[in-house]
Antibody, heavy 116, light 112 residues
Framework: QVQLQESGPGLVKPSGTLSLTCVVSGDSISDYYWTWIRQPPGKGLECIGY???????NYNPSLKSRLTISIDTSKNQFSLNLRSVTAADTAVYYC??????????WGQGTPVTVSS | QSVLTQPPSVSGAPGQRVTISCTGS?????????VHWYQQLPGTAPKLLIY???NRPSGVPDRFSGSKSGTSASLAITGLQAEDEADYYCQSFDSRLSESYVFGTGTKVTVL
């Protein structure tokens, strides 16, 4: 059974950097695309970006200038770095596996609050 | 901002049938990209409900069904049960928005 687990600080100061890691267990991180999804309080889902095991990435245009997604195949994990955060980046952040266009496995989500 | 539009809410009595629409455009659903559906129970991560327009993953009851036509898709729940009360999201791919995965606005299903 594939499992994904997000980790990282739950509180980030405004103008700081939000850094999260998603550890994948139960399967190799290779041969799949992996994505970060976020959900602001009381709102819908938004795809932040995705990465292939080769390191090839695609970012949401609205976040592209502040965003880096990376992957470490040796540790079977991928990471998110979002710079210059504001209160608008407060959300629950999920990592998920992309299976031919749909997201078949999700992490439980980690809440991140941007506040001083 | 979501590019797939869903009704904010639908409701029905136990045992009834409800449908949720998902309206896109020529750059996503209308371009031939598949539609997938997720169920999100309160306080939990979304769960894959329907993939490839009409396929159910193992373990999903056959009360849930999906369809797609033109620039829209629909999710139907027949024999509505109290445990179906949740938020539902459609998802597809958009070739115009930097080739990105896109979600619907979400629909809250209430069991009366």
């Amino acid at each position: 059974q594939v499992q994904l687990q997000e980790s990282g600080p739950g509180l980030v100061k405004p103008s700081g950097t939000l850094s999260l890691t998603c550890v994948v267990s139960g399967d190799s991180i290779s041969d799949y695309y992996w994505t970060w999804i976020r959900q602001p309080p009381g709102k819908g889902l938004e795809c932040i970006g995705y990465i292939f095991h080769t390191g090839s990435t695609n970012y949401n245009p609205s976040l592209k200038s502040r965003l880096t997604i990376s992957i470490d195949t040796s540790k079977n994990q991928f990471s998110l770095n979002l710079r210059s955060v504001t209160a608008a980046d407060t959300a629950v952040y999920y990592c998920a596996r992309i299976q031919r266009g749909w997201l078949d496995y999700w992490g439980q989500g980690t809440p991140v609050t941007v506040s001083s | 901002q979501s590019v797939l539009t869903q009704p904010p809410s639908v409701s029905g009595a136990p045992g009834q049938r409800v449908t949720i629409s998902c309206t896109g455009s020529s750059s996503n659903i209308g371009a031939g990209y598949d539609v997938h559906w997720y169920q999100q129970l309160p306080g939990t991560a979304p769960k894959l409900l329907i993939y490839g327009n009409s396929n159910r993953p193992s373990g999903v009851p056959d009360r849930f069904s999906g369809s797609k036509s033109g620039t829209s898709a629909s999710l139907a729940i027949t024999g509505l049960q109290a445990e179906d009360e949740a938020d539902y999201y459609c998802q597809s791919f958009d070739s115009r928005l930097s080739e990105s995965y896109v979600f619907g606005t979400g629909t809250k299903v209430t069991v009366l």
